[in-house]
C-alpha cells in the first residue's frame, strides 16, 4: 500500500507551491473515489490554488514519472478520474474557483476550473446574464471544467444542447507544464470573444475526460436571463406516448428542459418525507423565484395544495420547462406545449419543475432515498431509435426480474431531451449496499445503512454489460465517457490514429490520466 511520497525532494517542491497538499490516507481514500467506484491509493492528493501552482505541479510530477488524475467536484461515475496506479498524484482543482472576468458588453465569462456551476449562476445573475447550458442537477457540487471534461446535461439542455456544445476556449495546462490556449485568445491581442476561428481546437479538448491535458480556465458564452419561466407536467401510460411528445417539444424548440421518469423512478421518490423544515425552504425558494411576492404567493399556495400526491399516480411523467421574455409569449409557448403532449396524457400539477427551477443547485443526494446505491447507465440516441432501444432494455430488465427480486435490485428509467439531436435514456439501478467513503461524506441525512450486498453487484455488473451492448447495437453515444463507455471501440482507423498522435505530442509519457477513452 502507498502511505506517501517517496520522493522527499519533490514532496517538499509541491508542498513549496502555492496550494495544498494531502498525503492523510483517509483523504487520499476519499478523492479517489467515485460515486460508484474506488480507484488505488495515489501519493498525495494536490490542490493548486493558482493556475501558475497547477503547471508546476503537474511538470514536477511528471518529470518525476508520477502519473495525474485531475478530479473537479467528485460527481461521475465512470472512474473518469480514479487511479490506476498508486505511483500517481490526485490533482485537486477544488482550489482554483475564480472567476476571473465578466464580460456583459462582449458577453462571456472566464472562470477558473473548480468553479461550480451554482456559484457561476449566482455570479451572474446580479447582471441579469447566465450561460445558454448553466450547469446539471449536480451543478451545486459540479465544476465547470469536470463537465468540460466530462460532459453534462440538464440545464438549457432541451434548447442549447450539451455542456461541451457550450464553450468558447480553454487554458488547459499539458503534460510538461505548459499553457495551451484554444480559441481566439490564443493569438496575441485577441479576446476570447467567440469560438469559431480557424481550427477548432476547443472542440478538440470538450469530453476528452482530460486525457490530453487539464483544464485550467473555461471561457464561456453569456446570454440574457429569460423574464419568465413556467413548468409544465404530464402524465403518459406508455413510453410510446411519451416519446412522441418528448420530440414533438424537441422539434418546435419550446423548451429550455424537458425530462421524464419511468413508474420505478417515481416510485423511489414519491414516498420521500423531507420534513416540514425543508418543505417551507422549497416553498420559500419557490416564492422568490417568481419575481414579485404576489406572484410568489400564489405559487407557493398551488405547490403546497399540490404536493406529493400526484407521484403516486402510474405512469410516465414528464416535466417541462419553458421561458420567454414576457408573459403573453410565456403562455402562447405553454398552450403549444400542452398542444403537443395532449395525445395519451393527462396535465399533473406542476410541482417538480417548479421546485426543480427554485432551487436549482440544491446538494444532490448520491443514495437512494432508502439508503441504497444509485448506478445511471446512459446513452443518447436519435429519436428513430428510441422505441426500439426501449424495448431492448424492458425485455433485458424483464428477463433479470428474478435475478433482481432476489437481491432487491430495483431498475427505473430517466428521460431527457437533448437540443433538436435526440432522446438521453438513462436506466438507474437501485439496490441495498454497503457505502464508500464517498457516500460517506455526501450524506447528511440519517438514511438506513445496508450491509454489502455482493449478490446485488455482480448482477449489476452482468446488467451493465448487457446494456452497453444494447446501446452500441442502437447507435447510442455517452457522456462522462471515463474508463466505462467504449469510445475507442472499432473507431475509425484514420481517427483512432490521429487521437493517439495528438494524445502522444501533448503527454509523451502518457501520464495524464492514462486509460480514461481507452486510450
Given at each position: 500500500?502507498?502511505?506517501?511520497?517517496?520522493t522527499p525532494d519533490i514532496e517538499a517542491a509541491l508542498a513549496a507551491l502555492d496550494a495544498t497538499l494531502l498525503?492523510?490516507?483517509?483523504?487520499?481514500?476519499?478523492?479517489?473515489?467515485?460515486?460508484?467506484?474506488?480507484?488505488?491509493?495515489?501519493?498525495?492528493?494536490?490542490?493548486?490554488?493558482?493556475?501558475?501552482?497547477?503547471?508546476?505541479?503537474?511538470?514536477?510530477?511528471?518529470?518525476?514519472?508520477?502519473?495525474?488524475?485531475?478530479?473537479?467536484?467528485?460527481?461521475?461515475?465512470?472512474?473518469?478520474?480514479?487511479?490506476?496506479?498508486?505511483?500517481?498524484?490526485?490533482?485537486?482543482?477544488?482550489?482554483?474557483?475564480?472567476?476571473?472576468?465578466?464580460?456583459?458588453?462582449?458577453?462571456?465569462?472566464?472562470?477558473?476550473?473548480?468553479?461550480?456551476?451554482?456559484?457561476?449562476?449566482?455570479?451572474?445573475?446580479?447582471?441579469?446574464?447566465?450561460?445558454?447550458?448553466?450547469?446539471?442537477?449536480?451543478?451545486?457540487?459540479?465544476?465547470?471544467?469536470?463537465?468540460?471534461?466530462?460532459?453534462?446535461?440538464?440545464?438549457?439542455?432541451?434548447?442549447?444542447?450539451?455542456?461541451?456544445?457550450?464553450?468558447?476556449?480553454?487554458?488547459?495546462?499539458?503534460?510538461?507544464?505548459?499553457?495551451?490556449?484554444?480559441?481566439?485568445?490564443?493569438?496575441?491581442?485577441?479576446s476570447q470573444f467567440m469560438r469559431q476561428y480557424g481550427p477548432d481546437l476547443t472542440g478538440l479538448f470538450t469530453?476528452?475526460?482530460?486525457?490530453?491535458?487539464?483544464?485550467?480556465?473555461?471561457?464561456?458564452?453569456?446570454?440574457?436571463?429569460?423574464?419568465?419561466?413556467?413548468?409544465?407536467?404530464?402524465?403518459?401510460?406508455?413510453?410510446?406516448?411519451?416519446?412522441?411528445?418528448?420530440?414533438?417539444?424537441?422539434?418546435?424548440?419550446?423548451?429550455?428542459?424537458?425530462?421524464?421518469?419511468?413508474?420505478?423512478?417515481?416510485?423511489?421518490?414519491?414516498?420521500?418525507?423531507?420534513?416540514?423544515?425543508?418543505?417551507?425552504?422549497?416553498?420559500?425558494?419557490?416564492?422568490?423565484?417568481?419575481?414579485?411576492?404576489?406572484?410568489?404567493?400564489?405559487?407557493?399556495?398551488?405547490?403546497?395544495?399540490?404536493?406529493?400526491?400526484?407521484?403516486?399516480?402510474?405512469?410516465?411523467?414528464?416535466?417541462?420547462?419553458?421561458?420567454?421574455?414576457?408573459?403573453?409569449?410565456?403562455?402562447?409557448?405553454?398552450?403549444?406545449?400542452?398542444?403537443?403532449?395532449?395525445?395519451?396524457?393527462?396535465?399533473?400539477?406542476?410541482?417538480?419543475?417548479?421546485?426543480?427551477?427554485?432551487?436549482?443547485?440544491?446538494?444532490?443526494?448520491?443514495?437512494?432515498?432508502?439508503?441504497?446505491?444509485?448506478?445511471?447507465?446512459?446513452?443518447?440516441?436519435?429519436?428513430?431509435?428510441?422505441?426500439?432501444?426501449?424495448?431492448?432494455?424492458?425485455?433485458?430488465?424483464?428477463?433479470?426480474?428474478?435475478?433482481?427480486?432476489?437481491?432487491?435490485?430495483?431498475?427505473?428509467?430517466?428521460?431527457?431531451?437533448?437540443?433538436?439531436?435526440?432522446?438521453?435514456?438513462?436506466?438507474?439501478?437501485?439496490?441495498?449496499?454497503?457505502?464508500?467513503?464517498?457516500?460517506?461524506?455526501?450524506?447528511?441525512?440519517?438514511?438506513?445503512?445496508?450491509?454489502?450486498?455482493?449478490?446485488?453487484?455482480?448482477?449489476?455488473?452482468?446488467?451493465?454489460?448487457?446494456?452497453?451492448?444494447?446501446?452500441?447495437?442502437?447507435?447510442?453515444?455517452?457522456?462522462?465517457?471515463?474508463?466505462?463507455?467504449?469510445?475507442?471501440?472499432?473507431?475509425?482507423?484514420?481517427?483512432?490514429?490521429?487521437?493517439?498522435?495528438?494524445?502522444?505530442?501533448?503527454?509523451?509519457?502518457?501520464?495524464?490520466?492514462?486509460?480514461?477513452?481507452?486510450?
Amino acid at each position: 500500500m502507498a502511505t506517501a511520497l517517496k520522493t522527499p525532494d519533490i514532496e517538499a517542491a509541491l508542498a513549496a507551491l502555492d496550494a495544498t497538499l494531502l498525503t492523510d490516507e483517509a483523504e487520499r481514500r476519499y478523492h479517489s473515489q467515485d460515486t460508484a467506484e474506488a480507484g488505488e491509493l495515489p501519493l498525495a492528493v494536490f490542490r493548486p490554488h493558482s493556475v501558475a501552482a497547477l503547471a508546476e505541479g503537474v511538470r514536477l510530477a511528471t518529470a518525476s514519472g508520477l502519473a495525474v488524475f485531475p478530479r473537479g467536484g467528485g460527481m461521475s461515475y465512470t472512474s473518469g478520474y480514479l487511479p490506476d496506479r498508486t505511483s500517481a498524484v490526485l490533482i485537486d482543482l477544488a482550489g482554483l474557483t475564480a472567476i476571473t472576468e465578466i464580460n456583459p458588453q462582449d458577453l462571456h465569462v472566464t472562470v477558473e476550473a473548480g468553479c461550480t456551476w451554482a456559484a457561476l449562476d449566482a455570479a451572474l445573475a446580479p447582471h441579469g446574464l447566465r450561460t445558454p447550458f448553466w450547469g446539471p442537477f449536480s451543478g451545486y457540487t459540479a465544476t465547470v471544467g469536470g463537465s468540460m471534461s466530462q460532459g453534462t446535461a440538464t440545464f438549457g439542455t432541451a434548447r442549447n444542447g450539451l455542456s461541451g456544445e457550450n464553450v468558447i476556449g480553454f487554458d488547459i495546462v499539458t503534460a510538461c507544464g505548459d499553457i495551451l490556449t484554444t480559441g481566439p485568445a490564443g493569438q496575441a491581442t485577441h479576446s476570447q470573444f467567440m469560438r469559431q476561428y480557424g481550427p477548432d481546437l476547443t472542440g478538440l479538448f470538450t469530453n476528452d475526460c482530460g486525457a490530453l491535458g487539464i483544464k485550467a480556465r473555461i471561457t464561456l458564452p453569456l446570454e440574457p436571463r429569460p423574464e419568465e419561466v413556467a413548468g409544465l407536467s404530464f402524465l403518459f401510460e406508455d413510453f410510446a406516448a411519451l416519446a412522441a411528445a418528448m420530440q414533438a417539444i424537441d422539434r418546435a424548440g419550446l423548451a429550455s428542459e424537458a425530462f421524464a421518469m419511468d413508474p420505478a423512478v417515481t416510485r423511489q421518490f414519491s414516498g420521500q418525507n423531507s420534513g416540514f423544515t425543508q418543505d417551507l425552504q422549497q416553498l420559500l425558494a419557490i416564492g422568490r423565484a417568481q419575481g414579485s411576492w404576489a406572484k410568489g404567493l400564489l405559487r407557493m399556495a398551488e405547490v403546497a395544495r399540490a404536493g406529493r400526491r400526484f407521484l403516486g399516480r402510474e405512469g410516465y411523467h414528464l416535466h417541462v420547462v419553458t421561458e420567454a421574455d414576457d408573459a403573453p409569449t410565456l403562455r402562447r409557448q405553454q398552450a403549444r406545449i400542452r398542444k403537443l403532449a395532449a395525445t395519451g396524457s393527462v396535465e399533473l400539477p406542476s410541482t417538480v419543475p417548479t421546485m426543480v427551477r427554485a432551487t436549482p443547485f440544491s446538494p444532490l443526494p448520491v443514495l437512494s432515498p432508502t439508503g441504497g446505491r444509485v448506478y445511471p447507465l446512459h446513452g443518447i440516441v436519435p429519436w428513430s431509435k428510441a422505441k426500439p432501444l426501449d424495448d431492448a432494455m424492458q425485455a433485458l430488465i424483464t428477463a433479470h426480474a428474478p435475478a433482481s427480486k432476489a437481491c432487491n435490485l430495483t431498475i427505473g428509467t430517466s428521460f431527457f431531451g437533448v437540443a433538436r439531436s435526440g432522446l438521453l435514456y438513462e436506466p438507474v439501478l437501485y439496490w441495498p449496499d454497503a457505502r464508500l467513503e464517498s457516500h460517506e461524506r455526501r450524506t447528511t441525512t440519517d438514511l438506513p445503512r445496508h450491509p454489502a450486498n455482493p449478490e446485488a453487484t455482480a448482477l449489476v455488473k452482468q446488467i451493465t454489460a448487457e446494456m452497453l451492448a444494447l446501446y452500441r447495437q442502437h447507435s447510442a453515444t455517452h457522456l462522462q465517457i471515463g474508463r466505462m463507455y467504449p469510445w475507442a471501440e472499432d473507431r475509425n482507423p484514420p481517427a483512432m490514429a490521429l487521437i493517439r498522435a495528438i494524445k502522444a505530442e501533448l503527454d509523451p509519457h502518457n501520464l495524464i490520466n492514462p486509460g480514461v477513452l481507452g486510450l
